[in-house]
């Protein structure tokens, strides 16, 4: 009897033993990510054409910051974000204005949930997950700041001091993580309800301890991650912590089927770290534009072979450059057949 991929997919993130690894791979579609269609058209093609046993739907980068107010100049990107022209959150006190978002008349989230609707009537046998950020992402970029260590948003030229706010407005630091939540938990809802199988939810740089403590980190992320991911009824969810000494041990007790996280990242452990939830890693994401496709037929087979007779999702560690190769793609893709 065969197995179908939706089949396969779910029995993989149960933990269930199944007929094989499962495989995908993404990117940034710079020049389709403007609207639902276009977004949609891209995915699909990308789907179709490498046969991904299942597919992580990539949004633009800054679409939940947009649905609460930021805006950006699309024609002007660097690496996978446009660069940010307005900000909501300029003075330490203006956090105090985030409030919750009508998802049913938001605009950036209504593009979204038809974009998802569109992949899923052109994809009805594929597993599709939505990316989504952590609440304490999103506020990051309504500050200005990326949720990176060191680093600020494209265009951002004066962000609010993070540490500052808050140690000032701590209050009202929490009633906007809680506004964002809420509104992320009703989108989850909305994402199930066109077809989403899950959520690819990305808590962005933001478990790296020199931006976060765990004290710190269990006060802003964790009730908040929780109101979000708990949120989604019958689909999966993969979290991704991204980036360095980003702590993949630190979520095996959330809500979660599978963690995602960077092996090859300063700071973090290999495939052989013990996790209760399903592994979704194995290749280094930044080597599919330089054609060394024996490299990631290596380290796929590596991952493989770590993986043996355990639940696995084979995938770069995160997205893959705008300029990957359909040859290192193919390889990649060819690592589980």
């Given at each position: 009897m065969s197995i179908t991929k939706k089949q396969r997919f779910e029995q993989i993130l149960n933990g269930e033993k199944t007929d094989r690894s499962i495989v995908n791979g993404?990117?940034?579609?710079?020049?389709?990510?403007?609207?639902?269609?276009?977004?949609?058209?891209?995915?699909?093609?990308?789907?179709?054409?490498?046969?991904?046993?299942?597919?992580?739907?990539?949004?633009?980068?800054t679409y939940l910051a947009e649905a609460f107010g930021n805006k950006y100049d699309?024609?002007?990107?660097?690496?996978?974000?446009?660069?940010?022209?307005?900000?909501?959150?300029?003075?330490?006190?203006?956090v105090w204005n985030v409030e919750e978002v009508n998802v049913a008349t938001s605009a950036p989230l209504q593009?979204?949930?038809?974009?998802?609707?569109?992949?899923?009537?052109?994809l009805p046998e594929t597993p599709i997950i939505q990316t989504v950020f952590s609440p304490l992402t999103i506020l990051m970029f309504l500050t200005g700041n990326s949720s990176y260590v060191n680093q600020t948003m494209y265009g951002s030229e004066a962000?609010?001091?993070?540490?500052?706010?808050?140690?000032?407005?701590?209050?009202?630091?929490?009633?906007?993580?809680?506004?964002?939540?809420?509104?992320?938990?009703?989108?989850?809802?909305?994402?199930?309800?066109?077809?989403?199988?899950g959520l690819f939810y990305a808590v962005t740089g933001t478990a790296h301890p020199d931006l976060f403590d765990e004290a710190?980190?269990?006060?802003?992320?964790?009730?908040?991650?929780?109101?979000?991911?708990?949120?989604?009824?019958?689909?999966?969810?993969?979290?991704?912590?991204?980036?360095?000494?980003?702590?993949?041990?630190?979520?095996?007790?959330y809500p979660v089927e599978g963690i995602s996280w960077d092996t090859e990242a300063e700071g973090n452990p290999g495939l052989e770290l013990?996790?209760?939830?399903?592994?979704?890693?194995?290749?280094?994401?930044?080597?599919?534009?330089?054609?060394?496709e024996a490299f990631i037929k290596q380290q796929a087979k590596k991952a493989l072979d770590v993986m043996k007779?355990?639940?696995?999702?084979?995938?770069?560690?995160?997205?893959?450059?705008?300029?990957?190769?359909?040859e290192a793609l193919n390889t990649l893709r060819s690592s589980v057949l």
């Open positions: 993404w990117h940034h579609f710079l020049d389709k990510e403007q609207t639902a269609t276009d977004l949609a058209e891209a995915t699909i093609d990308f789907a179709n054409k490498f046969d991904w046993d299942w597919i992580k739907v990539n949004p633009r980068a699309f024609n002007d990107y660097r690496w996978v974000f446009p660069r940010q022209s307005h900000a909501i959150i300029n003075t330490l006190t203006d593009e979204q949930l038809e974009a998802v609707r569109l992949i899923r009537e052109g962000p609010v001091d993070f540490k500052k706010l808050l140690k000032t407005e701590r209050t009202g630091v929490h009633r906007a993580l809680h506004a964002i939540a809420m509104t992320m938990a009703k989108y989850v809802e909305a994402l199930e309800a066109v077809g989403a199988d710190a980190f269990n006060e802003l992320s964790r009730p908040y991650d929780l109101i979000v991911l708990n949120a989604l009824k019958k689909g999966k969810r993969i979290l991704h912590t991204c980036g360095a000494h980003s702590q993949p041990a630190r979520f095996d007790d013990k996790l209760k939830k399903t592994k979704v890693a194995g290749v280094d994401h930044q080597i599919f534009e330089g054609g060394d007779d355990q639940s696995f999702l084979l995938v770069p560690n995160c997205a893959v450059s705008v300029k990957a190769t359909e």
